[in-house]
């Protein structure tokens, strides 16, 4: 056990321990901006720089063990430098990276992601989610002769300008700094519990698509109901408007045919990324073939111009991307996967949640899936020793701030002071994890509860 002299902070203790990682931090700030890669890795006081991972674990660049719950932001399901996919990596490697032309691997994948995904009748690769999304909005608009697009409030869709809107409260701030206006106008977004103002809003008649996350906001963050997500089905329908799921994190994780085969409920498209490329760069929309028609060229005379929808993209389906794909959506075809992925999050979030309820100290554990969240220092209702789904009694835009906000800086710090990265504070399983990591977890939350309490942090 790793126990802090009295005096030290978590910060403090954080900045000897790590130093080899601030080191990195000052190098990459005098040439990265911000000296990071992504808005989710900013961390106080410096993020941790890590040399390389297996299966359930990480080793920062001074040789540091971490239990890693970031698992390569949800898309390695598998664990890291899972056996079979390295080694159609490698092979591959060897045929080629980019041959500039069709190859049978794009074909393999599809046809693989087509078994796997009720909703997928055709598909059609990307390089991200963000992509995705952005091609999917694309496609239902010119499908629908459409132009606005319905989301809703703390629901993440990548980073274009459309998408951005309404991600972090306050959900209802009106402009978004570098984003035009006229974009933003064709964006409208609403809460996810209201579903008269969905139709209200449906009813105006300019509603290409509805985007949704259907585990709610940030894979169950805010949680939404089947039932919400059976009458956007309804409503999608009846005003004729396409009904998208965002399935960057739930695809083949909520389920192997991610969370609409889960929850019984089939879109007219889907996105996907993460896991579909088997931890490699890459993504898809996938949809009814009516639909994804409109990438079609054809002879009819004025189609060409007018109707079809542009979608290049150099490393779309790109054959590394291909290889390690197909070969991960193989092995996520076994429920077996997600099923202990799922009861990995359910053992970690009721073992969170006991060392809340036996340090009396406010927040909880929350999560559906493999999924889990934590917050610390806020008041939760129904938080008990057990599993919890929806965190009641506190908002729904403190949900969405808490992975930032309030305690999460501390608490991940001191979490990675005893070994565990918890993905700031809320991450996603893997086959690779073992009820050994999980307990081991759970007993550096409690340590790390301490070190709040000992930094007066918390009472
Ligand atoms: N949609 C969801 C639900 C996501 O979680 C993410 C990424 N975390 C994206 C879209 C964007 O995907 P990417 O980072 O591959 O652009």
Same mark, same amino acid.
């Given at each position: 056990m790793v126990s802090a002299p009295v005096q030290t902070t978590i910060f403090s203790e954080f900045e000897e321990r790590f130093s080899a990682s601030k080191a990195l931090y000052q190098r990459a700030q005098g040439v990265i901006s911000?000296?990071?890669?992504?808005?989710?890795?900013?961390?106080?006081?410096?993020?941790?720089?890590?040399?390389?991972?297996k299966g359930a674990y990480k080793w920062d660049v001074a040789g540091h063990k971490l239990i890693d719950y970031a698992m390569g932001h949800g898309s390695l399901i598998l664990g890291h430098n899972d056996e079979d996919v390295v080694a159609a990596v490698h092979a591959q490697l060897d045929?080629?990276?980019?041959?500039?032309?069709?190859?049978?691997?794009?074909?393999?994948?599809?046809?693989?992601?087509?078994? %796997?995904?009720?909703?997928?009748?055709?598909?059609?690769?990307?390089?991200?989610?963000?992509?995705? @999304?952005?091609?999917?909005?694309?496609?239902?608009? +010119?499908?629908?002769?459409?132009?606005?697009?319905?989301?809703?409030?703390g629901h993440f869709h990548g980073w274009s300008d459309y998408l951005v809107k309404g991600e972090k409260p306050p959900f209802e701030s009106p402009d978004v700094p570098g984003v035009p206006e006229d974009v933003l106008r064709t964006v409208a977004v609403l809460p996810s519990d209201d579903i008269g103002a969905v139709e209200e809003r449906l009813s105006q008649g300019d509603i290409a698509a509805i985007l949704v996350?259907?585990?709610?906001?940030?894979?169950?963050?805010?949680?939404?109901?089947?039932?919400?997500?059976?009458?956007?089905?309804? %409503?999608?329908?009846?005003?004729?408007?396409? #009904?998208?799921?965002?399935?960057?994190?739930?695809?083949?994780?909520?389920?192997?045919?991610?969370?609409?085969?889960?929850f019984g409920i089939t879109p007219d498209?889907?996105?996907?990324?993460?896991?579909? +490329?088997?931890?490699?760069?890459?993504?898809?929309?996938?949809?009814?073939?009516?639909?994804?028609?409109?990438?079609?060229?054809?002879?009819?005379?004025?189609?060409?111009?007018?109707?079809?929808?542009?979608?290049?993209?150099?490393? @779309?389906?790109?054959?590394?991307? +291909?290889?390690a794909g197909t070969t991960c959506l193989i092995k996520c075809a076994n429920p077996a996967v997600q099923q202990h992925c799922d009861d990995m999050a359910a053992r970690l979030r009721i073992g969170f949640n006991t060392v809340l309820e036996n340090h009396s100290v406010p927040g909880c554990a929350w999560g559906d899936s493999s999924a889990y969240h934590v917050v610390v220092g806020e008041h939760v209702s129904n938080r008990t020793a057990g599993d919890l789904r929806t965190p009641?009694?506190?908002?729904?835009?403190? %949900?969405?701030?808490?992975?930032?906000?309030?305690? +999460?800086?501390? %608490?991940?710090?001191?979490? #990675?002071?005893?070994?565990?990265? #918890?993905? @700031?504070?809320?991450?996603?399983?893997?086959?690779?994890?073992?009820?050994?990591?999980?307990?081991?977890?759970?007993?550096?939350?409690?340590?790390?509860?301490?070190?709040?309490k000992r930094d007066a942090l918390l009472a």
């Open positions: 911000g000296g990071i890669a992504h808005d989710g890795r900013y961390q106080k006081p410096f993020p941790v720089y890590v040399e390389r991972a045929r080629g990276t980019h041959f500039g032309a069709g190859h049978e691997g794009e074909i393999l994948w599809a046809e693989q992601i087509t078994k %796997l995904v009720p909703s997928a009748e055709r598909v059609r690769f990307t390089m991200s989610g963000t992509e995705a @999304n952005i091609l999917a909005m694309r496609i239902a608009r +010119a499908y629908t002769a459409r132009n606005s697009i319905l989301k809703f409030e996350e259907p585990s709610g906001a940030s894979w169950a963050m805010i949680p939404m109901e089947r039932d919400y997500l059976l009458k956007l089905r309804e %409503l999608a329908t009846a005003y004729g408007s396409v #009904l998208i799921f965002d399935e960057v994190i739930t695809g083949f994780r909520w389920a192997p045919g991610g969370a609409q085969a889960r498209m889907t996105t996907l990324a993460k896991i579909t +490329a088997g931890g490699l760069p890459g993504g898809a929309v996938v949809g009814k073939t009516e639909i994804m028609d409109h990438l079609l060229f054809k002879d009819e005379p004025g189609w060409n111009a007018k109707k079809k929808i542009i979608h290049p993209g150099t490393y @779309n389906a790109n054959p590394l991307s +291909a290889a009641e009694g506190i908002s729904p835009a403190t %949900l969405k701030a808490s992975g930032k906000a309030g305690l +999460a800086g501390p %608490l991940s710090a001191a979490m #990675l002071l005893e070994g565990v990265d #918890l993905f @700031n504070t809320g991450g996603l399983l893997s086959i690779a994890h073992t009820p050994d990591d999980i307990d081991f977890t759970i007993e550096a939350f409690d340590r790390s509860i301490s070190r709040l």
